[in-house]
Structure formats: structure tokens, C-alpha cells
């Protein structure tokens, strides 16, 4: 197996099952595309606080989804941990996740943020918006992703590449909102008024508008976090497209129980910790995401962004159309 996969163990204590009943010893295996960053502070903590042991495979969600695939009934993960409902449908369509029935997991989770049967859910929320130079751009000319096709930025836009889940689900919410050929159409206006060629990473996006290579772009908003953490006058802020239509492009990062799990009821006590109270708080800060409930505490950056209408789009729904956006996109010449 490649070099990328990462085995860690945590302390032993005991964890109490879902429903009640006598403590019994268990241990967790996650397969996860999240940073050992921002994985291991939540697991210490839920050590601390309720006491299992946990390993975590780390890799790229495909191939972890092929690697479940693989093993089947022998598997020895119990969740899966990934970015991005498109990643977590694939996954769930392929029959690799088990529906659940939580009534935590239904209140804690809004609708649109989670499979019908509860076998992936959302764990925090990221923005996919639009940034844009503070030096060169007035925020009385950007209104909407739609307007990014528009004459006016010929040789402003930077883009992220279009092989990254991001913005292929971005694109099936305008399929969903939308159709084909007008989807298409503002897509060929992006691609004619990029500055540059595609990007590998939003942060080389974010990069690029500072120094000037372009005017604005599209990004999960954390990425920019990151740098204002470092740097407060980072010349690049965020505006909220689509407020008076559909909304703000949101996401997640979610997770789901194995089908073949060994430990469900440890695995779905652990999914139910991570949509609530604590858990939220730290899920939330530690990668500058938003937490499920709107009103729950955010990190100073985050909440210094203000308030803004997401869309409420099916993240399910955003999921089915991803085939049907990579055909569009490959059509319109981003790539």
C-alpha cells in the first residue's frame, strides 16, 4: 500500500455504548483525508472524555474508497472521515457505509447536510465563495458566481483546477439551479476570462490575487483564514455571491460508519460526540469551517466574515450530478 497511509494509536481507556448499558473496551479505526492536524486534537479529547483507543489510515478519499472496496467484509475501519459530500456519496453508493438511525445525529445535522438514511452526515460547513483583491476590485461589482462569466473580468479571474471535487460539486449546484447549457455557457465565460492557466490549490489562487496576477477567484473560504491568521492585512477579502437568489456554495466535511463495521455502537457514539457542543467548537476552529448550528460559537476570523445566506441545496442531490459535471466542464475547455 502506498507510503501515504499513516497508522497512529492513541491511549486505551473504555467507552460507554450509545445506548447505555455495561462499558466494554473498544477501539476505533477511521480511514481519513483530514490532516493529522485536524483529526488528532478531537480524538484526544474523546479519549479523554470517554476513553477508546483509535487508529486512523490517512490517504486520499478515492483511494481509501477503492482501499474499503478491496477489503470488503474483512475490513477493519469502522468510519470513514472525508471532505466533501460528493467523496462521502460516491462512497455511499457504492454500498461502503451503513444507515443509521440516530435521533441525535437528525436533530444536530440539517437535512441538506446529510444522506436521506443517515449514512454519511456533515460534520462542519465550508464556504466555497468568491475573493478578490482589495486593492483593485470594489465590492459594488461583484454580485453573483454567474456574473464571473461576464466580459468585465476578461483577464481577472483565477480559477482552481477543475479535477478537484471542490469545484465539481460548485458546478452541480449550478446543473441543479440552472440546466446544461446555461451551466455550460457560464463556465466557457469563466475559462474566457481566466489571467492564468488553472491553479493546483485555493491557496495558489489566493496567491495569485495579491501579487496582482489576477483580480478574484473562487475559494473555500478557510484557505484564506489561514493567511489572515498570519497576516491580518492580507490584501484579499471575501464576498458573498448570490445573496439575493439561491446563496452561498456550501459544503462539508462529514463522515459515515462503515457497513462492515466491527464496533457500531462505539462508532455511531462517536459520530453523535462530533455533532454537538464540544466537538462542534473544535471541529469548527481548528480548520476556520463553520460549525452546524449557524448560531454556535466561531472562531474570531470566521465570525469577522459576518453572516450570509448559504444555499440550501441538497448535498445528496449535489452528489448524483458529479459525473454530470466533470462532462460539462470537460465541454466548456476548464479543466
Same mark, same amino acid.
Given at each position: 500500500?502506498?507510503?501515504?497511509?499513516?497508522?497512529?494509536?492513541?491511549?486505551?481507556?473504555?467507552?460507554?455504548?450509545?445506548?447505555?448499558?455495561?462499558?466494554?473496551?473498544?477501539?476505533?479505526?477511521?480511514?481519513?483525508?483530514?490532516?493529522?492536524?485536524?483529526?488528532?486534537?478531537?480524538?484526544?479529547?474523546?479519549?479523554?472524555?470517554?476513553?477508546?483507543?483509535?487508529?486512523?489510515?490517512?490517504?486520499?478519499?478515492?483511494?481509501?474508497?477503492?482501499?474499503?472496496?478491496?477489503?470488503?467484509?474483512?475490513?477493519?475501519?469502522?468510519?470513514?472521515?472525508?471532505?466533501?459530500?460528493?467523496?462521502?456519496? $460516491?462512497?455511499?453508493?457504492?454500498?461502503?457505509?451503513?444507515?443509521?438511525?440516530?435521533?441525535?445525529?437528525?436533530?444536530?445535522?440539517?437535512?441538506?447536510?446529510?444522506?436521506?438514511?443517515?449514512?454519511? #452526515?456533515?460534520?462542519?460547513?465550508?464556504?466555497?465563495?468568491?475573493?478578490?483583491?482589495?486593492?483593485?476590485?470594489?465590492?459594488?461589482?461583484?454580485?453573483?458566481?454567474?456574473?464571473?462569466?461576464?466580459?468585465?473580468?476578461?483577464?481577472?479571474?483565477?480559477?482552481?483546477?477543475?479535477?478537484?471535487?471542490?469545484?465539481?460539486?460548485?458546478?452541480?449546484?449550478?446543473?441543479?439551479?440552472?440546466? #446544461?447549457?446555461?451551466?455550460?455557457?457560464?463556465?466557457?465565460?469563466? #475559462?474566457?476570462?481566466?489571467?492564468?492557466?488553472?491553479?493546483?490549490?485555493?491557496?495558489?489562487?489566493?496567491?495569485?490575487?495579491?501579487?496582482?496576477?489576477?483580480?478574484?477567484?473562487?475559494?473555500?473560504?478557510?484557505?484564506?483564514?489561514?493567511?489572515?491568521?498570519?497576516?491580518?492585512?492580507?490584501?484579499?477579502?471575501?464576498?458573498?455571491?448570490?445573496?439575493?437568489?439561491?446563496?452561498?456554495? #456550501?459544503?462539508?466535511?462529514?463522515?459515515?460508519?462503515?457497513?462492515?463495521?466491527?464496533?457500531?455502537?462505539?462508532?455511531?457514539?462517536?459520530?453523535?460526540?462530533?455533532?454537538?457542543?464540544?466537538?462542534?467548537?473544535?471541529?469548527?476552529? /481548528?480548520?476556520?469551517?463553520?460549525?452546524?448550528?449557524?448560531?454556535?460559537?466561531?472562531?474570531?476570523?470566521?465570525?469577522?466574515?459576518?453572516? $450570509?445566506?448559504?444555499?440550501? /441545496?441538497?448535498?445528496?442531490?449535489?452528489?448524483?450530478?458529479?459525473?454530470?459535471?466533470?462532462?460539462?466542464?470537460?465541454?466548456?475547455?476548464?479543466?
Amino acid at each position: 500500500m502506498r507510503s501515504f497511509f499513516l497508522w497512529s494509536l492513541v491511549a486505551s481507556l473504555n467507552v460507554v455504548h450509545a445506548e447505555g448499558g455495561a462499558t466494554k473496551t473498544k477501539q476505533l479505526v477511521i480511514y481519513t483525508s483530514r490532516a493529522e492536524y485536524l483529526l488528532k486534537p478531537l480524538l484526544d479529547r474523546y479519549t479523554a472524555r470517554h476513553g477508546v483507543k483509535f487508529r486512523y489510515m490517512k490517504g486520499k478519499a478515492a483511494a481509501l474508497v477503492q482501499k474499503l472496496i478491496s477489503e470488503g467484509k474483512n475490513t477493519q475501519a469502522d468510519l470513514l472521515m472525508t471532505v466533501d459530500a460528493g467523496n462521502l456519496w $460516491f462512497a455511499a453508493q457504492n454500498k461502503l457505509l451503513r444507515p443509521l438511525k440516530s435521533k441525535q445525529l437528525e436533530a444536530s445535522v440539517p437535512q441538506h447536510l446529510r444522506a436521506a438514511d443517515l449514512s454519511w #452526515v456533515g460534520l462542519s460547513v465550508r464556504a466555497r465563495t468568491i475573493v478578490y483583491s482589495t486593492e483593485r476590485v470594489k465590492t459594488q461589482a461583484l454580485s453573483s458566481y454567474e456574473d464571473l462569466a461576464d466580459k468585465k473580468w476578461r483577464g481577472k479571474l483565477c480559477l482552481r483546477t477543475a479535477k478537484k471535487v471542490y469545484n465539481r460539486s460548485l458546478v452541480a449546484m449550478l446543473l441543479e439551479v440552472h440546466g #446544461v447549457k446555461p451551466t455550460e455557457a457560464i463556465l466557457k465565460g469563466w #475559462v474566457n476570462n481566466l489571467a492564468a492557466p488553472v491553479f493546483p490549490s485555493d491557496t495558489k489562487v489566493i496567491e495569485a490575487i495579491k501579487a496582482g496576477q489576477c483580480d478574484l477567484g473562487i475559494v473555500n473560504t478557510y484557505y484564506l483564514g489561514r493567511l489572515l491568521k498570519k497576516d491580518p492585512a492580507y490584501p484579499v477579502r471575501i464576498f458573498w455571491p448570490n445573496q439575493s437568489s439561491y446563496g452561498v456554495h #456550501v459544503n462539508i466535511s462529514g463522515a459515515g460508519i462503515v457497513r462492515h463495521s466491527k464496533n457500531y455502537q462505539a462508532a455511531l457514539a462517536f459520530l453523535e460526540w462530533l455533532s454537538q457542543g464540544e466537538a462542534q467548537r473544535m471541529f469548527a476552529d /481548528l480548520n476556520l469551517e463553520y460549525p452546524l448550528a449557524s448560531k454556535a460559537a466561531r472562531n474570531a476570523i470566521v465570525q469577522g466574515w459576518g453572516d $450570509f445566506k448559504a444555499s440550501n /441545496l441538497s448535498l445528496s442531490r449535489i452528489g448524483a450530478l458529479q459525473k454530470d459535471a466533470i462532462k460539462v466542464m470537460d465541454r466548456a475547455g476548464y479543466r
